[in-house]
């Protein structure tokens, strides 16, 4: 107590403040995880991590790449006369093979609809940095960007930790899949004007991020016509660009504005390799935009959070090789529409149902009907069951802003085939529980009330010590260990 008042008047209120966004249920599920994690023969009880968005499906041909291409790893036999090149000081442009590599890159993932221009490659620290880069290019303190929810998680911390920034929350419903409509645009726009808010853009996730879904041509087309009435900005994140599994297929913002007459100088791409290609801990974020003052200026900023030139040497090779790339986004999408398969399908045997989607790592999985009550307090009670006696860790709809309570994020491609199996098994167990224990006539219509009375009464049901917001933070150093997947990651 001592040791935090003493700083709290020795740091800075960056330091201090807590728009790091720590204290959500979000990162309270990571720390349940922490504590018990799952391991099929040392601790089969622990729980299972499906709050991480990582593309754990095709690192057998990332290896099988690595290991032909000896060269392309200047830390090897083959690539170390290269070594001094490229361990030596570098221009923060980039290497210039890298951002040939990458705009080429992000064009083939567009459909080879668009050509990006290496020249607007500007690198970053994963689409983490990238984004706060975008917003300290754009906003200053106070001000505010539009952002439909549900929405990422990390963009509380990312978007307005350091900046300053405001958040206004764009209310999309499940009612029309949770699209993003005009009407709805304008009321968050509206209120914000209201509440003498300066509003700078709108900021959105395509493919989206808890969703899964993609944006249809129609709404991104009136997305930019909003942006560009308002002379207000547009950032898609398109980090799952690469990561969608089956039609309607991924468009990219740079190419709805080849053929609209709007102000290009107001469209800002984030992309980055963390999910696409797997890679979440080389952090390479890019930021790219059609407006040159901004390029100017992330380029200046990148300095805090250049890519490492190994990385860009070995990534530049990597992503030249046509052939290694077209093969790996197929079998990626193949096998992601796989998993996708068993586990919606697994669950709609049990009748839970999940929104309709395409991308992502991630579905957004509907237990509205399993809800005691139909409130935020409802959601986490559902909540603290599955993570401490289904020993799932889904993450819950409010720590993404979603309005309307009962709907989880459930990341599916960050285990192996025998963990989605105890996983699905453990849903089954659940929801069977529920049912037989209910009378007879409750059967066909509310076994789930019944299935949740009975399990909030349990004893083991809710440890209030894991939920403690003054709990360490999931990333505090003085909590984990250097090994912990806490540590390692943040999705
Ligand atoms: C939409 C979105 N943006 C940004 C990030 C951060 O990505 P990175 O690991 O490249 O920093 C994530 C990670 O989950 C994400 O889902």
Redesign the pocket.
Known sequence: MEFTRKNGQLLSRIATNDRHGENSPYFDGWKAYNKDPFHPAQNPDGVIQMGL?ENQLCFDLIKKWILENPDASICTAEGVDKFKDIAIYQDYHGLKEFREAVAKFMGRVGGNRVTFDPNRIVMS???????ETVVFCLANPGDAFLVPSPY?A??AR?LRWRTGLEIVPVDCKSSNNFRITRAALEEAYEKAQRSNINVKGVIL?NPS?PLGTILDRETMRSLVSFVDEKNIHLVC?E??AATVFSSPRFISIAEIIQDMDCNRDLIHI?Y????DMGF?GF???IVYSFNDAVVHCARKMSSFGLVSSQTQYLLASMLSDEEFVGNFLRESSKRLARRHCVFTKGLEQVGISCLKSNGGLFFWMDMRPLLKEQTVQGELELWRVIISEVKLNVSPGSSFQCSEPGWFRVCFANMDDETVAVALERIRAFVLKGKEEDTPDQKSKRWHKKSLRLSFSSSRLYDESLMSPRMLSPHSPLMLSPHSPLVRA??
């Open positions: 968005a620290g994963g689409a983490t940095g990238a984004n990422y990390g963009f990312d996730t991020n994140d980090i799952y984030v980055s390799l963390s999910k979440p952090r390479v974020g943040r999705t």
